[in-house]
């Protein structure tokens, strides 16, 4: 039986997933669909909350690789950048933060997503840790003057491959899993202080550093629910996220 903490999923006769009871509860999703080479179609938040379009400095539409639908968006000394949002201050709620990547090399430390800027104005960020080989999570409870690197996750990952990875945190626990498996636990719950960073993706939250180098599809942020909350991980999606309320 699926624990509670996890959603139902309910299919669409293709085997698709067609709705998402916490879609509601979806406060910035990216599909980046559009032609190749784009910059103004691609980068527009598909959640209830409808953030408008991110501001892609550098970033760019490519149909050369994706994961779910024609295209992705190539993060190489690029970012996505969107304002900041009461939507990205997470306090001592619930939360997930889940993306697919694509790594094209190890350029080192690298940011998914997060508000992470200046120490006394940071908040949290997804990221592949120092070494470039992990999957980390970095919060903070005063701005970055306390930095908990609540995991570095060994993900031994190789380029040209496809990766599901994600960040939950269930008002206990912060967990980290890459493809599905946990990588890696905080067990210490964490009020997350709030920011007023823009929100950055790809690099940090001023598009200037601690750029990944890849692809990304599918970036999805969901404030009150965990959506996985399992030590023993999940079955990673296998459609693009559902855009529908159940």
Not at 56 to 71: L, R
Not at 92 to 108: A, D, H, I, K, L
Not at 133 to 142: H, R
């Amino acid at each position: 039986m699926r624990p509670w903490s996890q959603p139902l999923l309910w299919p669409h006769p293709s085997g698709a997933v067609a709705c998402d009871p916490y879609f509601g509860n979806v406060v910035l999703l990216m599909g980046y669909e559009g032609p190749n080479g784009s910059t103004t179609t691609g980068f527009q938040d598909e959640s209830p909350s409808a953030h408008g379009f991110g501001n892609p400095v550098g970033a760019v539409i490519d149909t050369s690789q994706f994961k779910f639908g024609t295209s992705s968006v190539r993060l190489n000394n690029a970012a996505i950048i969107f304002g900041n949002s009461a939507d990205w201050h997470f306090g001592s709620g619930q939360y997930t933060v889940e993306c697919w990547f694509r790594p094209n090399s190890n350029p080192g430390q690298g940011f998914f997503v997060g508000q992470w800027l200046t120490v006394g104005n940071s908040a949290w960020v997804m990221n592949t840790g120092v070494s470039g080989s992990t999957l980390t999570w970095n919060m903070s409870p005063d701005g970055g003057t306390t930095n908990i690197v609540a995991f570095n996750g060994s993900w031994a990952f190789a380029t040209g491959t496809w990766y599901h990875i994600a960040v939950d945190f269930d008002g206990t626990n912060t967990r980290g899993y890459v493809n599905g498996v946990m990588v890696g636990k905080y067990t210490t719950p964490v009020t997350i202080f709030t920011s007023s960073n823009n929100l950055g993706i790809g690099a940090n939250s001023g598009a200037t550093s601690f750029i990944v180098d890849g692809w990304m599809d599918e970036l999805r942020i969901t404030k009150g629910v965990a959506r996985y909350a399992s030590d023993a991980g999940f079955a990673v999606p296998t459609a693009a996220f559902p855009r529908v309320q159940c």
